[in-house]
Nanobody, 127 residues
Framework: QVQLVESGGGLVQAGGSLRLSCAAS????????MGWFRQAPGKEREFVAA????????SYADSIKGRFTISRDNAKNMVYLQMNDLRPEDTAVYSC????????????????????WGQGTQVTVSS
């Protein structure tokens, strides 16, 4: 069992930056594929980024490539999402998720392969 708690969301102007954090409790965190997803009002949840459990391989949605960076600190049970050059279309609730099966499909962003989800943190980007 893993509990995930996100933080770091807020209101930012277009072009600004935010760093989201996801604190995980439960073990072993280091063996989970971790991902970030987002959901805007009236839209489906979409994949943002994921990071592998052991070799730090990452994957990103095309819409955020070059602007967002996912990272993890297994010693601290934390995963981060650094978001730069934010745009109004990035406005959404951002949630982190954990995959206990270390699935390549999870790493590639398929949400059905994630087992645990946080409650989310709101990110609002003003124009």
């Amino acid at each position: 069992q893993v509990q995930l708690v996100e933080s770091g969301g807020g209101l930012v102007q277009a072009g600004g930056s935010l760093r989201l954090s996801c604190a995980a409790s439960g073990r072993p965190f280091s063996m989970y594929v971790m991902g970030w997803f987002r959901q805007a009002p009236g839209k489906e949840r979409e994949f943002v980024a994921a990071i592998n459990w052991n070799d730090a391989r990452t994957s990103y949605a095309d819409s955020i490539k070059g602007r967002f960076t996912i990272s993890r600190d297994n010693a601290k049970n934390m995963v981060y999402l650094q978001m730069n050059d934010l745009r109004p279309e990035d406005t959404a609730v951002y949630s982190c998720a954990a995959d206990q099966d270390r699935s390549i499909r999870a790493l590639l962003g398929q949400s059905l392969f994630y087992h645990y989800w946080g409650q989310g943190t709101q990110v609002t980007v003003s124009s």
